[in-house]
């Protein structure tokens, strides 16, 4: 891979750092970062973003990476502890060479504080949990939000925006194309930690501490692409990045945090389909999972982003991914029931799901054999088309489809 002209502009109402990139054998292309001009003074100008973007990519493809531009030195160093860090995983990440033509130093001395926030379970625990210290919220669009999905997006804005106002923050919004650049290279769970990692190299002219909500307790922890061994490598001498969390699981999160907050329980979204007109579908893995653990925690009544059903055929349909420890999620709440001796059918259904999860049905492993398949040999182009948007701001009626059957993970 070679990247290289990396430039920064400005045109009424953003700045946009950027650089043109190209994968082994392939055309050059634009990949870019975008913020409003109010804060064009958090931008640091060099190569770092598009380094920490590519290179788990790269590690995947055994491809070298030349950067014709300036590199933090901090980030130079710390390379070789990223890639150890991420070959030992042992999930087909390998060490490559990496070739800059500069070295960036941080010269500035930055006071502001940020988080990433998507106001979801990880993110409003992490705020309310170091609110005193937090002066920015971060926002991605581009990351678990396409960037064609503008309708979608401009009511999860307005909404930060509320909670922004109320709590007297400042929101800064990121916009950028290189998820849909990465994602038919690398799966985008994967690549997650150093999508953040970039963005807080990008701004770190005046943030000084980021933190990276976490999603699972120490204990649970599973190589996944955001990692408290991973997200802080991406620090440099004047940026400390936080993997703020793993001393909670997500149902004590809800229990001990979330359940206690009016403002969390006004505002929380979790869902990961982004229908249209749906702030929380209410029938996908993660707004389940949400609901449940809400429920346990005696919070979903007072849940304003959420309705109250939980039904056995919902909860039939949840799938926990083994591979990621996903189903210990499950299987915390169906102590935490049996404990109390609450719910039983839901304990019955919890039951199936998770039994059935770690024995996939027929229909289910033929599509994972078409998505490997897919993966493989297609650039993940039936994947892309199917998890698309539509030109109407929706999912695809395909999506809804096989959402609807439960072979969403």
């Known amino acids: 891979m070679i990247i290289k002209n990396i430039s920064l502009n400005s045109n009424n ?3 946009i750092l950027s650089a043109d990139f190209a994968f082994r054998g392939e055309k050059f292309r634009q990949i870019f970062f975008r913020v409003e001009n109010k804060y064009k003074n958090f931008i640091f100008y060099d190569a770092s973003p598009f380094l920490a973007s590519f290179i788990l990519p790269c590690m995947k493809r055994r491809e070298n990476i030349t950067v014709e531009g300036a590199v933090s030195d ?9 890639m150890d860090v991420v070959e030992r995983w042992n999930v087909g990440f390998k060490k490559i060479s990496v070739k800059v033509a500069h070295i960036a130093k941080d010269r500035t ?8 926030f998507t106001g979801g379970v ?4 992490t705020y309310l949990k170091n609110k005193k210290d937090i002066t920015h919220f971060i926002l991605i669009h581009g990351c678990d939000i396409q960037l064609k999905n503008t309708s979608f997006f401009s009511e999860i804005e307005n909404t930060i925006n509320k909670i922004v106002r109320k709590e007297k923050l400042n929101l800064i919004i990121v916009e950028s194309n290189y998820r849909e650049i990465i994602e038919p290279v690398l799966e985008w769970e994967w690549n997650l930690g150093n999508a953040l990692g970039a963005v807080g190299l990008l701004l770190r002219n005046r943030i000084k501490n980021i933190y990276i909500p976490g999603g699972m307790r120490r204990d649970q922890l599973c190589p996944y692409g955001t990692h408290p061994d991973l997200d802080p490598l991406w620090s440099t001498d004047k940026l400390t990045i936080i993997h703020d969390g793993c001393e909670y699981s997500r149902l004590e999160k809800i229990r001990n945090s979330i359940s206690r907050s ?3 329980l006004k505002y929380l979204r979790v869902c990961c389909h982004t229908l249209k007109g749906q702030y929380n579908c209410n029938h996908c893995f993660k707004c389940i999972q949400t609901k449940i653990e809400l429920l346990c925690a005696n919070a979903l009544h007072k849940a304003r982003t959420f309705d109250r059903t939980i039904t056995p055929s919902l909860v039939n349909k949840l799938y926990y991914n083994n591979k990621l420890n996903f189903n210990l999620f499950g299987e915390e709440v169906l102590n935490y029931l049996k404990k109390h001796d609450q719910y039983p059918r839901l304990q019955e259904a919890l039951t199936k799901s998770l039994q059935k999860s770690k024995n996939p049905n027929l229909l289910r492993r033929f599509t994972n054999f078409i998505s490997f398949l897919d993966k493989k040999y297609n650039h993940r182009r039936l994947y892309l088309s199917i998890f698309g948007i539509t030109s109407n701001h929706d999912r695809t009626p395909l999506f809804k489809l096989i959402s609807n059957l439960g072979l969403i993970k």
């Open 13 to 15: 109402t953003r700045t």
């Open 74 to 82: 901090n980030i130079l160093k710390t390379l070789p502890k990223i």
């Open 109 to 116: 001395h930055p006071k502001a504080t940020g988080s990433f």
């Open 122 to 125: 990880d993110s409003f625990y």
């Open 262 to 264: 009016s403002l969390a």
